[in-house]
């Protein structure tokens, strides 16, 4: 998620969901990585927090890029609770994806 | 396809038919997966409904979310001729990376 | 890249950087296709074309499709020095992937 948009991170919050409920929330790991100006979709005053939560309490992972954090003076206070950080998003989205992970930007 | 923009839809048709001139129509195989707010590409009234016909012809696979029709209570009426349904289009997305597709989002 | 936004042009040169940082740069190859909208990006007016050079410097490879440019009228003339062209962009980012390589669309 690199949009700075909440219509676009409910649709990537409808997507996740959609997936765990078509194929089984047991058959899928899913993770959704924020960075640039994505990033405030888990800023504590987002607006998406209560489904971010919902969507950690049924094993979705929700990572933070520490580098667009430090970029924006952000620092694990100012973001929501319970979520999953990484050194770079991007990075991550490269690594997921030589482990076999698709990738779905919405 | 999930951005609710014709002039992406046009881009995702461009794409279409500059890959299948480029490396040949018989050595390739194209879907466009429509959904989310891109579900409007395939309504009865999209303004790229004619170019959606052609891209058919040309044996582009051209696929609506049933999801996201459920949810903005769209039948197989308000569509447009011919396109093929999927239950979820995320998780044709994700499956078809899993086949050695490659994904392409414009 | 596909967007017309300086801002997306500059989301994906940080990308780039901070997998190179985050990786090292011996350990990475990177590869910045412009089409459609996005050939902006390569335009010798570009607004990101100081940083273009950098990164090519840094031995990011940065590649202009040649379709989009025919259908914009534009020459080589009219692009960036130093840059690489494909016939197709959409195509060369298809082969990527199938050579196991990563897709990033910030």
Redesign the interface.
Known sequence: M?DNDP?KWN?AL??AR??Q???GAAN?DIEIVAY??GIGMLKLESPVGARIADAMKANIKVMACE?TMRGQKLGKDDMLNGISYV??G??E??KK??E?W?????
């Open positions: 690199s219509a649709l409808n997507n959609n997936l409920e078509d194929v899928v640039g100006p580098n050194p770079a991007v990075t989205i490269m994806q030589g076999g698709a990738y779905l930007r919405p």
